[in-house]
Nanobody
Framework: QVQFVESGGGLVQPGGSLRLSCAASGLTLDYYAIGWFRQAPGKEREGVSC????????YYADSVQGRFTISRDGAKKTVFLQLNNLKPDDTAAYYCAADIMRRQCGSNWPTSPEYRYWGQGTQVTVSS
């Protein structure tokens, strides 16, 4: 059974950092594009970042470019999202999921309808 478990969220002051983890079981990360998404109360879910299973290429939303870094550890079956210089607008529940139809994220990765195996999410709150 495929499962993703997110962790690492918490309360942090503006300008602070967090490292989120997405632990996968039941699948091989190399075979899928893995995306991080977030959803704040009253807002639609938005794509934050994606890492390709084929070559490890990375993609970011404009709002987090230069502040967030996605990476993966295939041996540990974990995808990480390093969050730096956090802002109050980054407050949201963060989720990871696998695009079951492709290994390469591609330019339209945030809107792919094929993400599956959503985890329970981890809450990030940025506040002073």
């Amino acid at each position: 059974q495929v499962q993703f478990v997110e962790s690492g969220g918490g309360l942090v002051q503006p300008g602070g950092s967090l490292r989120l983890s997405c632990a996968a079981s039941g699948l091989t990360l190399d075979y899928y594009a893995i995306g991080w998404f977030r959803q704040a109360p009253g807002k639609e879910r938005e794509g934050v970042s994606c890492i390709s299973g084929s070559d490890g290429s990375t993609y970011y939303a404009d709002s987090v470019q230069g502040r967030f870094t996605i990476s993966r550890d295939g041996a540990k079956k974990t995808v990480f999202l390093q969050l730096n210089n956090l802002k109050p607008d980054d407050t949201a529940a963060y989720y990871c999921a696998a695009d079951i139809m492709r290994r390469q994220c591609g330019s339209n990765w945030p809107t792919s309808p094929e993400y599956r195996y959503w985890g329970q999410g981890t809450q990030v709150t940025v506040s002073s």
